[in-house]
């Protein structure tokens, strides 16, 4: 059946979760010390940002855990970010997406300025696919299917195209945060409203008003 992963940084551990039942399946333990934060799952792994902390400060990390290992204790490896993006001083937000298969994006977490990257982890280390200046604020990065652009902070395109991201024509309605599914369809949200864009349209084609409820 189906399976459901979930960090929990106070236990220092990813659990994999029958989605039926919610009972664990396997616990896999990521070492005393290291906090997981999101997980995302491509390329045949699972992919999970966490931090570590010490004397000189926080510090941000790609690990994985591979769900065909017989060995929970072997199944995870930590210290994956490419030499030329890490270090990152907190853990990192990530996306994946079922219709593209292999890419990851692994993004400040908001805390601070600083990049997005793009990485390809269908081989055995991920790679650089393409990385942006350090001095963007984001919360929010998902890779749209179908095209060679990621969402930026729920309304922004970035392309990347030419193995670096550049900006182009983003979607009309400014948002706070994003979704995209796997055949393209968006969704986006700002204040007490979630817009709606079909695939590859600049304008939603529906909005749904939240009430007095504002959407953080």
């Known amino acids: 059946g189906a399976t459901l992963y979930a960090a929990l940084p106070a236990g220092h551990t990813i659990v994999a979760l029958d989605a039926t ?20 799952f491509t390329g045949g792994k699972l992919w999970f940002s966490y931090r570590t902390a010490d004397t000189e400060g926080l510090h941000g990390n790609l690990g994985s855990v591979d769900p065909a290992a017989t060995d929970a204790a072997t199944a995870v490896t930590l210290a994956q970010l490419p030499e030329t993006v890490a270090p990152y001083y907190n853990a990192g937000l990530l996306d994946a997406n079922p219709a593209t298969p292999g890419l990851l994006t ?3 977490s908001g805390t601070s300025a600083g990049g997005i990257n793009l990485l390809d982890v269908s081989g055995a280390t991920p790679q650089v696919v393409a990385k942006s200046e350090s001095d963007l604020w984001s919360g929010d990065v998902d890779l749209v299917p179908g095209t060679t652009q990621l969402l930026w902070n729920g309304y922004r395109k970035l392309s990347y195209a030419a193995g670096a991201l550049t900006e182009g024509t983003g979607l009309s309605e400014t948002a706070w945060r994003g979704d995209v599914s796997p055949d393209g369809l968006i969704a986006t949200a700002y204040d007490r409203h979630v ?22």
């Open 195 to 216: 817009d709606v864009y079909r695939t590859g349209a600049v304008k939603p084609v529906r909005r749904f008003e939240t009430g007095n409820s504002t959407i953080g």
């Open 21 to 40: 039942t919610l009972r664990i399946r396997t616990s896999y333990d990521i070492g005393a010390g290291v906090e997981p934060y999101q997980v995302a």
């Open 106 to 108: 692994y993004t400040d």
